[in-house]
């Protein structure tokens, strides 16, 4: 079975804090793909970034990093200095066998 | 390079009527997925196709459903007759490969039915 598990429902912080979106995962299978997209108020889902199971090294992209550990199973994401446009709904994805998204946290930036 | 483009974008129709969403993946995509965003439920899968071959339909709720992918540049989702809880965001997505692999996603088309 698979499963993404996102505990945070609803997170509000002030623009420039730093914020930790939590992601965990569940499956069988030794070979698979971590996902996280982001969906904005306009409602399109935008892909952010794609991680194996083999590569465990962190990316940082910009004020974006991602943090996978395989022995908690978490691939979570940080935002540095959040904005106001970072106010989204991000979803994390578990493909293996198939795609498996999680619920989602929406993150709301205050000005 | 054009992404997933689907259609209509919005429409509003009335119960028990057929509903027809369209979708055009990537160019060169083998993979193509239909989802369901509701409040409620989340981000569903419905159905995907590999190679044009519905490899998984175990998501599609029920048999009013359907969807068909006659060539690999064109895909449909069906429902017959609608419902006012099939209301939702339905997308269609592409990806380069059979999963494990980046899914990219159409706009969406926003369903509701009164």
């Known amino acids: 079975a698979q499963k993404v598990t996102q505990a945070q429902t609803e997170i509000s912080v002030v623009e420039k804090e730093d914020v930790t979106l939590d992601c965990v995962y569940e499956?069988?299978?030794?070979?698979?793909?971590l996902f996280w997209y982001k969906q904005p108020p306009s409602g399109e889902l935008v892909f952010l970034i794609r991680?194996?199971?083999?590569?465990?090294q962190n990316e940082i992209s910009g004020r974006y990093s991602w943090n996978f550990q395989k022995s908690t199973s978490s691939f979570n994401f940080t935002i540095t200095a959040s904005q106001v446009v970072d106010s989204a709904v991000y979803f994390c994805?578990?493909?293996?066998?198939?795609?498996?998204f999680g619920p989602g946290t929406r993150l709301s930036v205050l000005p | 390079d054009a992404g997933v483009i689907q259609s209509p974008r919005h429409e509003v129709t009335e119960m028990g009527q057929e509903v027809t969403l369209r979708c055009k993946p990537i160019?060169?995509?083998?993979?193509l997925f239909w989802y369901r965003q509701t409040m409620m439920r989340g981000l569903e899968l419905l159905i995907y196709?590999?190679?044009?071959?519905?490899?998984?339909d175990s998501g599609m709720p029920e048999d009013r459903f359907s969807a068909k992918m006659p060539n690999a540049s064109f895909s449909t989702l069906k429902i017959q007759p609608s419902e006012p809880r099939d209301s939702a965001v339905y997308f269609c997505?592409?990806?380069?490969?059979?999963?494990?692999?980046?899914?990219?996603f159409g706009e969406g088309s926003w369903l509701t039915v009164v």
């Open positions: 997505a592409s990806s380069p490969r059979q999963n494990r692999d980046t899914i990219y």
């Open positions: 499956t069988r299978d030794t070979t698979y793909y």
């Open positions: 991680r194996n199971s083999f590569d465990e």
């Open positions: 994805a578990l493909s293996a066998w198939t795609v498996v």
């Open positions: 160019s060169g995509h083998n993979s």
């Open positions: 196709f590999n190679n044009n071959v519905p490899i998984d």
